[in-house]
């Protein structure tokens, strides 16, 4: 297999990127010493900071990292890529001092979060890590780029893209005795982007579930379609391949549940619960009010101010009753889906 070349390509384009922000941010001036105007000082510019483990050169924002940017350790570890609020967030090239490790991926928070690739010693493989710890490995096979069909040790059929070793870019994966179907986007051996997946059981030509819509890491992770082989079908959100987040449950006749979906269970929309909040806001001060007016029935007032403020105590009592008709509610399609 053909070694990969993506470090020489990558430090080309974070190099191309950073010289082109010289020309649109001005550098930073002064020094960026730990003081009270700190975030005022270095702000929108480029500048060069020596700290005690390292020296860093790149984008500042608000006095910290932030932007395009490189981090050499004192011990000669390398990190180049987008950084935010001071921490590695986004796509970035980690070596270590001596070369004999390297990460080129994704970052959150200061970790390895995401799709990249690891060089370790004489081995490489594509990976996905959620924060730092390693979740799945792929490793490359030796195949030309471009377009190809290959056959997996598992009995899985690719017919698609490949990069580098790894299925990339548009491809369909089907199992070993056609109970699994994946079509869609691949980034180095990974679900990710728009696809579809269906589940067949054995000797069935319609799937018992079908999706289709966002991945990320491997897992239907966005917006998304999921379909049942009774009819009924999921449209929302998906996380780490499970319904969470505002969705609609339609049933097979055709009634709708939307809400808030999370571990199965179904609650208020994320808009009908803003919604409820400030209804239950405005009833709150409203029944403010209404004491106010009690607190002044009691101070004895003549007949004439009476009569007004009993007037004002029942246009508010319509109000809120108005209010509370307006206060949205779940409905009875969710009955099967609630918390009890």
Known sequence: MKKLSLNFFLYIFFAFIFSSSAFAISPCKGDNKRSLFKPLKWHKCIGIEKIDNGK???EYRFGKFDGHGTFIWSDDRKYIGIWKKGKKNGFGIYTSSNEQYSYEGEWQHDLKHGIGIVKDHNEIYSAIFISDSLVKKEIPINIKDGEAIHVYPNGYRYDGN?????KHGKGILISDGHTEKYTGNWVYGFKNGEGALALYKSHSSSPYIFYKGEWKNDEKNGKGTEEYANGSMHIGNFINGKIEGDGTFIFPNNKKCEGYW??????????????????????????????LTERKLKGKPSEEVKTKIIEEQENIEKEISKLTSQIPLLSYACKEFVKE
């Not at 490949?162 to 790894?166: D, M, S, V």
């Not at 999370?262 to 209404?290: A, Q």
């Open 262 to 291: 999370k571990d199965g269970f179904v609650s208020l929309s994320t808009s009908d619960h803003e919604n409820k909040m400030r209804i239950l806001e405005k009833i709150k001060s409203l029944e403010k009010d209404y004491k």
């Open 56 to 58: 860093y050169e790149g």
């Open 162 to 166: 490949f990069k580098n070793g790894f």
